[in-house]
């Protein structure tokens, strides 16, 4: 099993930046896929970004341009850095991955941006 711990939400204004983390512990050598979802208030969760153990990435439509995602193997962390950030963008972002052991999720961390 994995377990999955997020960091990194908060508070801003729109047109900030904030870093979400994601720190991988357990079977970490299962996992192929990371990604980060989101839930808002009243709407259903939604995958925002993924990357492979290859390093490939995709984002969701309404972050392309503004978010990054990223890994750091060494470090079994994946990151999220969002910059010009919108009032839509707030949300509980959640951390995923998924591999040979199936899928886990992290508790969730919240962002809110709005001014």
């Known amino acids: 099993q994995v377990q999955l711990v997020e960091s990194g939400g908060g508070s801003v204004q729109p047109g900030g930046s904030l870093r979400l983390s994601c720190v991988a512990s357990?079977?970490?050598?299962?996992?192929?896929?990371m990604a980060w979802y989101r839930q808002a208030p009243g709407k259903q969760r939604e995958e925002v970004a993924v990357i492979t153990d290859s390093g490939s990435t995709n984002f969701v439509d309404s972050v392309k341009g503004r978010f990054t995602i990223s890994r750091d193997n060494a470090k079994n962390t994946v990151y999220l850095q969002m910059d010009s950030l919108k009032p839509e963008d707030t949300a509980v972002y959640y951390c995923?991955?998924?591999?040979?052991?199936?899928?886990?999720w992290g508790q969730g961390t919240q962002v809110t941006v709005s001014s």
């Open positions: 357990g079977s970490i050598f299962s996992i192929n896929v």
């Open positions: 995923n991955a998924c591999g040979t052991k199936g899928c886990s």
